[in-house]
């Protein structure tokens, strides 16, 4: 009996160690899926975009911003800080701050301004940038172009009367002296973009043909220069020019509200300019940085920008609003950004040059 009862003692004592070695073994699995499902849950936080902060330096406008920066905070939960300024302020307080940078994004202004300060910026080429059309790709490396503005005319309706007005030619009417508003291109953007603009359309930026159309058009303008470019379209608007030459973004606002204007692409030849985007060297939020500018290219945002607000979208087959003429009905020439930003000065004192001599006269 104590044979058996030892056998059967035995066989309890290996059943019952068999038992504890089974919910041991579960024991190890369920810690270690534990383990596993808490290593994947990290690496889903530290790859998961969004969080954190951002701070975006930007010369942009409200409607622009508005539209841009609470749904970024919406979507990635990203606290997002926006200090605006103009570009130039900008550009030179991100020089100031090269050792220990503040802000993390320029969001906004001309892309030959961010070329020629290339030494502030962090490369970063997203990946929605071959959703971009061709002529306005990163193709440098460290700019997005992200929205396009270009090179327009502005017409009052009330005013025009018989007199046509198709494209730059048209400007030299005689019946049009006195009658034409421009900012100075010395001093506007915008009307350095005219300036150039009309170089290219009309024979090249070191042509003399160029040239002389520009004297011709500045002897029709009578030294009515306007003291910033927002006065040229609202001069236009208000009726104290019969026409502009000016830039598609708030031209297009005033057709939008209903003011008595109409925009002229020039048969000759419209530039679009793309508005640029960096990351600034050493951001200390790098991946929402980075996270933006994909953002910004996204087809979500650039839809919404072309159909809500009168920014030209900068991707392939974006949606625009009914009051803005589709791209592809205008003749677009693209421009020598590089040459036009290395040779600036040239241009502007050629300008200037001109203008005086006329003034003189």
């Given amino acids: 009996m104590k044979k058996g009862i030892g056998l059967l003692m035995g066989l309890i004592t290996a059943v019952s160690l068999t038992g504890c070695a089974g919910t041991g073994a579960e024991s190890t699995t369920a810690a270690q899926t534990e383990t596993t499902k808490a290593a994947e849950e990290t690496t889903a936080a530290k790859v998961a975009p969004g969080g954190g902060n951002l701070v975006i330096y930007s010369p942009n406008s409200e409607g622009l911003m508005n539209a841009t920066i609470p749904l970024f905070e919406e979507k990635y939960g990203v ?28 969001f906004g202004g001309s892309w030959s301004l961010a070329y020629d300060n290339k030494n502030l910026w ?8 071959d959703n971009v059309m061709d002529a306005y790709k990163n193709t440098c490396g460290f700019i997005a172009g992200n929205v396009l503005d270009g090179s327009v005319l502005i017409v009052n309706t009330d005013l025009i009367g018989d007199i ?19 900012a100075d291109p010395a001093n506007s953007s915008s009307a350095f973009a005219q300036l150039t603009n009309m170089l290219l359309a009309m024979g090249g930026y070191e042509d003399d043909a160029a040239w002389k159309y520009v004297e011709d058009l500045f002897t029709n303008v009578d ?6 470019s927002s006065a040229v379209y609202k001069g236009v608007a208000d009726g104290e020019y019969v026409v502009g030459l000016s830039y598609e973004d708030p031209c297009a606002q005033l057709v939008r509200d209903g003011a008595p204007v109409k925009i002229v692409y020039p048969k000759e030849g419209t530039v679009y300019l793309p508005a640029s985007a960096t990351i600034i060297k050493g951001a200390k939020n790098m991946d929402n940085a980075k996270l933006f500018i994909d953002f910004i290219l996204s087809n979500e945002v650039q839809n919404i920008w072309g159909s809500t607000l009168t920014n030209r979208p900068v991707i392939k087959d974006a949606k625009t609003s009914d009051f803005m003429k589709p791209i592809s009905e205008i003749k677009v020439i693209e421009e020598d950004i590089p040459y036009v930003s290395g040779n600036k000065q040239k241009i502007v004192d050629r300008y200037t040059e001109i203008f005086t001599d006329l003034q003189s006269k």
Avoid at 83 to 92: C, D, P, Y
Avoid at 122 to 129: D, F, H, K, Q, T
Avoid at 169 to 174: E, I, Q, R, S, T
Avoid at 223 to 228: H, L, P
């Fill in 79 to 106: 606290n997002v800080e926006v200090i605006q300024a103009g570009t130039g302020e900008l550009v030179k307080r991100i020089q100031s701050e090269m050792n220990d940078p503040y802000a993390d994004i320029l």
């Fill in 122 to 129: 962090e490369p970063y080429v997203s990946a929605n940038n």
């Fill in 164 to 182: 046509e007005i198709n494209g730059y030619k048209d400007l030299l009417n005689p019946e049009l002296k006195g009658k034409i508003a421009t």
């Fill in 223 to 228: 030294g009515k220069i306007c003291e910033s």
